[in-house]
């Protein structure tokens, strides 16, 4: 099925581990972006892609690293997780042009001990 | 700071009733605003996109609509069920999209 996939659903990590959180999209979008969620708050932006080979901050870019590998994927690295970085992570590709709307992924629920 | 701000209150209504959910925003006016819905565990998923210049867009029960004067963009889901039960998040472009923190929406039949 055409959409976003993300790996992994589910991970636990302790404090000052690193890790990698996946996307891969098959839609042929030129736009990828990183989202947390957290309880009451809207998403927040961590980093996009506006298309291969450009990366950009978002909101809250601290403590995250981007790579866009190639137009299909678009990777989150934490270098030293915080307890402050548990949260949903989402990741979402999209059309350069205005009105349409972003596909995502089904998320990573990330929890930092 | 550019905010975008739903109601938190989760909205309770009943089977085939027409829930209104309300989406406001701060300073300028985005070229667009979209809707998304949100079931538990899952990602947004898009539902519809309404531009500046339109005042109101619909797609078989849903309708939105956009007040650049009042900075505010309504959403109706008429005649609703059970099945409909779900956050709803408004995004406004700005740039790239800004969320709102969403509304759960609970029909009871």
């Known amino acids: 099925n055409a959409g976003v996939t993300q790996t992994p659903k589910f991970q636990v990590l302790k404090t000052g581990q690193s890790m990698t959180l996946q996307c891969a999209q098959d839609?042929?979008?030129?736009?990828m972006y990183w989202y947390r969620q957290d309880p009451g708050m809207g998403l927040r932006l961590i980093y996009y892609?506006?298309?291969?080979?450009?990366?950009d901050k978002g909101e809250v870019p601290n403590g995250y690293n981007v790579s866009r590998l190639n137009k299909r994927e678009f990777s989150l690295r934490l270098e030293s997780a915080a307890p402050s970085q548990t949260s949903v992570y989402f990741c979402?590709?999209?059309?350069?042009?205005?009105?349409?709307?972003?596909?995502f992924g089904s998320g990573t629920r990330l929890t930092v001990v | 700071s550019q905010k975008i701000e739903q109601n938190s209150e989760a909205l309770n209504i009943q089977e085939g009733k027409t829930a209104t959910l309300t989406c406001n925003y701060t300073?300028?006016?985005?070229?667009?605003l979209q809707w998304y819905r949100q079931d538990p565990g899952r990602g947004p998923v898009f539902l519809l996109l309404?531009?500046?210049?339109?005042k109101e867009k619909r797609k078989e029960r849903l309708k939105v609509t956009f007040d650049t004067t009042l900075k505010q963009s309504l959403f109706h889901i008429t005649a609703s069920q059970p099945a409909d039960s779900a956050t709803y998040l408004c995004?406004?472009?700005?740039?790239?999209?800004?969320f709102g923190a969403g509304t759960q929406v609970v029909v009871t039949p």
């Open positions: 300073n300028y006016s985005p070229a667009y």
């Open positions: 892609s506006a298309s291969e080979g450009t990366t």
């Open positions: 839609m042929n979008h030129n736009s």
């Open positions: 309404i531009r500046e210049n339109e």
């Open positions: 979402a590709s999209s059309e350069v042009l205005a009105g349409r709307g972003y596909t």
């Open positions: 995004a406004r472009s700005w740039g790239k999209l800004q």
